[in-house]
C-alpha cells in the first residue's frame, strides 16, 4: 500500500468509475452510486489531505482506501468498546477492490496495511463504519479481529435513510475502558486523568440517554 499523489487523482477516480460500474453485486451490499457515494470532490479532498492509499499490480490499482488520523462527530455516543480522543482514532472510508481482482485477498491486505499504518502513527483504535446490508463487508472486518459494536439510522444521498454497522480495532488499551472500572494508579498524573474521567462520565451518560432513546424512539442522524 503507498499514499497516493495528486498525479494519481485521475486513475483514481478512472478506479472508483470501474469499481461501481463493473461490481455486479454493488446495488445489493455497498450500493455506491458515483457522484453520491463516493464524490469527485471527496476523493480529491483525501488526496490532498494525504489520507488516500491504494495498492497496485503493475498499472492496475488493486485497491485503495481513505484513512483519516482522527474521528468526527458522527462518531460520538458509539457505543465503541473503549474511550478515546478524536485524534487517537484512523477511520476507514471508501474501501474499494478493482473487481478484476476480487477473491485474491486485496480488500483484507490493504486493510491489515491500514492497521499497520494506524499503529505505526500511534493511534489506539481503527475504526469504520458500513451498510446493515454490506454482509460481505462485515465478514471481511471481523475475520481481521473488528468487532461490531453499534447500529446507527443515518442518511447518506446514495441509500437515504438507512442503517448503518459501526466496528472498531484495537489497537492500545487505555487504563480505563467501558469494559472496565476507572482506576488512577500515578497519583502525579491525577489532574489530567482526572479530566479524562470528567470527560469519560459525560460520555457515558450521552450513551446512556441514547440508548433510552433508542429503545423508546429512534434517533436519526445525518451522513456528511
Request: proline fraction near 4%; hydrophobic fraction near 35%.
Amino acid at each position: 500500500m503507498r499514499i497516493c499523489a495528486l498525479t494519481d487523482l485521475p486513475k483514481l477516480l478512472n478506479f472508483y468509475q470501474l469499481v461501481i460500474n463493473e461490481t455486479e453485486d454493488m446495488p445489493v451490499y455497498a450500493r455506491w452510486v458515483y457522484g453520491q457515494h463516493p464524490t469527485e470532490e471527496m476523493i480529491t479532498d483525501y488526496v490532498c489531505q494525504g489520507n488516500m492509499y491504494c495498492s497496485e499490480e503493475g498499472t492496475d490499482i488493486t485497491a485503495a482506501v481513505a484513512v483519516t488520523p482522527y474521528q468526527t462527530d458522527d462518531y460520538h455516543g458509539i457505543d465503541w468498546r473503549i474511550v478515546l480522543e478524536d485524534d487517537e482514532v484512523a477511520v476507514v472510508h471508501i474501501l474499494a477492490v478493482n473487481p478484476r481482482f476480487r477473491a485474491r485477498g486485496c480488500a483484507k491486505a490493504i486493510m491489515q496495511d491500514v492497521i499497520s499504518l494506524a499503529k505505526s502513527k500511534g493511534l489506539k483504535a481503527v475504526r469504520l463504519d458500513a451498510l446493515a446490508c454490506n454482509t460481505p463487508a462485515h465478514r471481511l472486518y471481523e475475520s481481521l479481529g473488528f468487532q461490531k459494536r453499534d447500529v446507527r439510522h443515518w442518511y447518506a444521498e446514495n441509500t437515504g435513510w438507512y442503517d448503518f454497522y459501526l466496528f472498531e480495532y484495537l489497537l492500545q488499551q487505555k487504563k480505563y475502558s467501558v469494559d472496565s472500572p476507572l482506576k488512577v494508579t500515578d497519583p502525579g498524573r491525577r489532574n489530567r486523568v482526572g479530566n479524562r474521567m470528567i470527560r469519560y462520565t459525560a460520555r457515558i451518560c450521552l450513551r446512556a440517554k441514547e440508548r433510552a432513546l433508542r429503545k423508546y424512539g429512534r434517533v436519526n442522524r445525518s451522513r456528511v
